[in-house]
C-alpha cells in the first residue's frame, strides 16, 4: 500500500470509529509497515473487522489471518466427490427400511421401553 492508499483507509475507519485519531506521523508510519501488503487484503480484513469489533483496528488486526480463516480445503467438492455423494445418498435409499419395518421397529422399541402404543396429544408419557 502507498501514502495515499493508506490515507483512504484512514478515511474508511475513522468513519466507523470515530474516536480514530489521524494524523501525519501515523500515516507515515503506517504506510511503512503496510508497503508490502496489497490494497485489496487490507481493506478486506478492515470489512471483517468492522463487522465483528468495537474499537478501531490495529496493523495487526488487518494483516494478521487467524487459523480459523485459512481455509483447509476446497469449499466446492470437485465432480467426483460430488459423484461419491450422489452414489452414497442413491445407496442410503435403497438400504432404508420401508414404512411397515420402521413402524414395526418403533413398535418393538416402544414396548421395551414400556411406552403406550397410542398417546394422546396433550398426555404426557411417562
Same mark, same amino acid.
Given at each position: 500500500m502507498n501514502r495515499e492508499q493508506v490515507k483512504k483507509l484512514f478515511k474508511r475507519i475513522k468513519e466507523f470509529y470515530g474516536s480514530f485519531d489521524v494524523y501525519s506521523e501515523k500515516v507515515d508510519a503506517w504506510t511503512s509497515v503496510l508497503s508490502k501488503y496489497e490494497q485489496d487484503f487490507v481493506s478486506e480484513n478492515l470489512e471483517d473487522h468492522i463487522l465483528t469489533n468495537k474499537f478501531a483496528p490495529t496493523i495487526s488486526d488487518l494483516v494478521n489471518v487467524s487459523e480459523k480463516d485459512i481455509p483447509t480445503g @476446497? !469449499?466446492? @467438492?470437485? !465432480?467426483?466427490e460430488t459423484r461419491e455423494m450422489l452414489q452414497e445418498r442413491a445407496r442410503n435409499r435403497r438400504n432404508a427400511a420401508s414404512p411397515e419395518v420402521r413402524e414395526k421397529a418403533l413398535a418393538d422399541i416402544r414396548r421395551i421401553l414400556n411406552i403406550p402404543n397410542e398417546v394422546k396429544k396433550n398426555e404426557s408419557v411417562g
Open positions: @476446497p !469449499a466446492i @467438492p470437485t !465432480a467426483e
